[in-house]
């Protein structure tokens, strides 16, 4: 089945810096990578995603890129805010199909400081 | 997206007795799943909650411990039964949507407490 890893566990930025965040998988069928934000008392929120069909996806200060012969993807997030701080998780869906079930790393703790 | 409800947001229960959770959404659904996430952890998935018939279940989970039901497209339930002290966590409805099949939402989770 999907293994995902994800680096670092935990993150701590000043504002405005740069924060990525690192995930390799292992399923090399896998077409589907989305990224989840989890706030204190919350559900995880879908803040961005890629499919294996493009190598970058960017969303004001948020990017995806994907190395599809490295097996790894990232998130990047310019401009850190202190509402950025949040524990992150990186999936990727096993087999490749729209009816795949997601596999998730074992997240990120987002610290931005002030 | 989708507006995912579930019930109730939290709860404090004993050991041995049960809890049924419930998920409702507001759009038309293809998928519905159940994960826990435990203190400090990631997602597990617990199963697929299949319209009409019986759920699929992960390794390490069964059907009677967390029997689930999903009598129509919208809406789900999880029971967590003869519970433990274990069994605290936050548990998790997740769906994917007929116009997004590949996109899954997240309800915003029931926190169980287990005494």
């Known amino acids: 089945g999907e293994n995902v890893e994800q680096h670092p566990s935990t993150l701590s930025v000043q504002e405005g810096d740069s924060a990525v965040i690192k995930c390799t998988y292992s399923?090399?069928?896998?077409?589907?990578f989305p990224w989840y934000k989890q706030e204190l008392g919350k559900g995880p929120q879908l803040i961005i995603d890629?499919?294996?069909?493009?190598g970058e996806k960017k969303d004001q200060r948020i990017a995806v890129t994907l190395n599809k012969t490295a097996k790894h993807f990232s998130l990047h997030i310019t401009e850190t805010q202190p509402e950025d701080s949040a524990v992150y998780f990186c999936?990727?869906?096993?087999?490749?199909?729209?009816?795949?079930?997601?596999?998730f790393g074992q997240g990120t703790i987002l610290t931005v400081h002030p | 997206s989708a507006v995912i409800s579930q019930k109730p947001s939290r709860d404090i229960c004993q050991r041995g007795t049960s809890l049924t959770i419930q998920c409702q959404v507001d759009?038309?659904?293809?998928?519905m799943f159940w994960y826990r996430q435990q203190p400090g952890q990631s997602l597990t998935l617990i199963a697929t909650?299949?319209?009409?018939?019986?759920?699929?279940?992960e390794s390490g989970f069964v059907i009677d411990k967390f029997p689930i039901s999903r009598p129509n497209l919208t809406f789900s339930t999880l029971t967590v039964s003869n519970m433990s002290p274990e069994d605290s966590s936050i548990y998790l409805c997740?769906?994917?949507?007929?116009?997004?099949?590949?996109?899954?939402?997240f309800g915003p989770g029931t926190r169980l407490t287990v005494t």
């Open positions: 997740s769906v994917r949507l007929a116009d997004s099949p590949y996109e899954q939402y």
């Open positions: 399923d090399s069928a896998s077409n589907y």
């Open positions: 890629i499919r294996s069909n493009v």
């Open positions: 999936a990727a869906n096993a087999g490749g199909t729209s009816y795949g079930k997601l596999t």
């Open positions: 759009s038309q659904v293809t998928m």
């Open positions: 909650a299949n319209q009409g018939s019986e759920a699929t279940y």
